[in-house]
Nanobody
Framework: QVQVVESGGGLVQAGGSLKLSCVAS????????MGWFRQAPGKEREFVAA????????YYADSVKGRFTISRDNAKNTVYLQMNSLKPEDTAVYYC???????????????WGQGTQVTVSS
């Protein structure tokens, strides 16, 4: 079993940057693909980015491609989401999740964190 805890959210002006972190417990972290999802007020949760267990493959939603970067450090059981050029429409609760296989579908992820709020002001 894997437990994940996100951190790094906050309030930032449009055009600014934030780096989210997700620390996972469990010795099997390095065997899991990891993903970031987000949920804006009144909207369904959506895929943001995913990274394979080896970090050899990454995937991004079109809305964040070129602005966000997902990475991981298996020695630290941590996955990151570097967010640059933030826009007000990026405002959401951001969730980290673990999956046995790299995936963009929410249903593929078995373990979820509680989320961290990101607010981008205009």
């Amino acid at each position: 079993q894997v437990q994940v805890v996100e951190s790094g959210g906050g309030l930032v002006q449009a055009g600014g940057s934030l780096k989210l972190s997700c620390v996972a417990s469990g010795r099997t972290f390095s065997t899991y693909a990891m993903g970031w999802f987000r949920q804006a007020p009144g909207k369904e949760r959506e895929f943001v980015a995913a990274i394979s267990w080896s970090a050899g493959n990454t995937y991004y939603a079109d809305s964040v491609k070129g602005r966000f970067t997902i990475s991981r450090d298996n020695a630290k059981n941590t996955v990151y989401l570097q967010m640059n050029s933030l826009k007000p429409e990026d405002t959401a609760v951001y969730y980290c999740a673990a999956s046995p296989r790299t995936a963009i579908r929410e249903a593929r992820y078995d373990y979820w964190g509680q989320g961290t709020q990101v607010t981008v002001s205009s």
